[in-house]
């Protein structure tokens, strides 16, 4: 599905198949916030950027879509992530000026920032990978795909009208109806959800937790 078939599909879940009672805007925005609910419990959306280290440079920019790492390599090798505190506390107030092979890695996502930074600070030329979570595009126009036209998940597509309905309906009343409805929609959403991550895998060694699901503890 595209923007416009997610669109139509969200209205029909809502009963508003003219869509007359929620604007156009309304169902782009909760699909919007709905794709990114999804890649948020699935993280069955995923990106590598890779680089070369400078010698004396430990700092290296985020992707501008970048969300939260899933691991680093340096050279082959898969760096283990560190609190500056630690750093702190095993190479004390000079860890800056220390140079080698990194060991480690810290992510400062502070917007200002948004830099990898590596522990050592690298002293010659080697690939750095980092595998990461992103945040999907914006959908733009009616053709639009939803989670960076990955072809792999299409089939989840229905999942994300569903949860996009359900968006919209947060806003209404809540009458016998609609929460009914609204337990119809979260149900079809985390059925999908359970299948994606059934499918992919990512997450198998720390499943999600929905609220107010049987997954959720």
């Known amino acids: 599905?595209?923007?416009?078939?997610?669109?139509?599909?969200?209205?029909?879940?809502?009963?508003?198949?003219?869509?007359?009672?929620?604007?156009?805007?309304?169902?782009?925005?909760?699909?919007?916030r709905a794709q990114e609910?999804?890649?948020?419990?699935?993280?069955?959306?995923?990106?590598?950027?890779?680089?070369?280290?400078?010698?004396?440079?430990?700092?290296?920019?985020?992707?501008s879509d970048f969300q939260w790492e899933d691991w680093v390599t340096y050279d082959g090798k898969e760096l283990p992530p560190i609190?500056?505190?630690?750093?702190?506390?095993?190479?004390?107030?000079?860890?800056?000026d220390q140079n080698g092979d990194p060991t480690?890695?810290?992510?400062?996502?502070?917007?200002?920032?948004?830099?990898?930074?590596?522990?050592p600070t690298p002293n010659e030329a080697k690939t750095v990978i980092l595998r990461y979570f992103p945040l999907p595009a914006s959908?733009?126009?009616?053709?639009?795909?939803?989670l960076n036209s990955s072809a792999l998940l299409a089939q989840f597509h229905i999942g994300i009208a569903a949860y996009a309905?359900?968006?919209i309906?947060?806003?209404?009343?809540?009458?016998?109806e609609i929460l009914a409805k609204k337990r119809e929609l979260m149900g079809l959403y985390e059925k999908h959800v359970s299948q994606a991550i059934q499918k992919f895998g990512n997450t198998v060694s720390a499943p999600i937790n929905i609220r107010g699901s049987r997954l959720w503890s």
């Open 1 to 32: 599905m595209n923007l416009g078939t997610l669109r139509t599909q969200a209205s029909t879940f809502v009963g508003d198949v003219d869509q007359t009672r929620f604007t156009a805007a309304q169902y782009n925005t909760a699909i919007d």
């Open 37 to 63: 609910q999804f890649r948020l419990d699935t993280r069955a959306l995923w990106k590598h950027q890779s680089f070369t280290t400078a010698d004396g440079d430990a700092d290296y920019n985020l992707p």
């Open 83 to 96: 609190s500056r505190h630690e750093i702190q506390r095993i190479y004390g107030e000079d860890w800056a």
């Open 104 to 119: 480690h890695f810290v992510i400062d996502p502070e917007e200002a920032v948004k830099e990898l930074l590596l522990v």
């Open 139 to 146: 959908l733009s126009a009616d053709s639009s795909v939803p």
């Open 165 to 167: 309905a359900w968006l």
């Open 169 to 176: 309906l947060m806003g209404e009343t809540e009458t016998v």
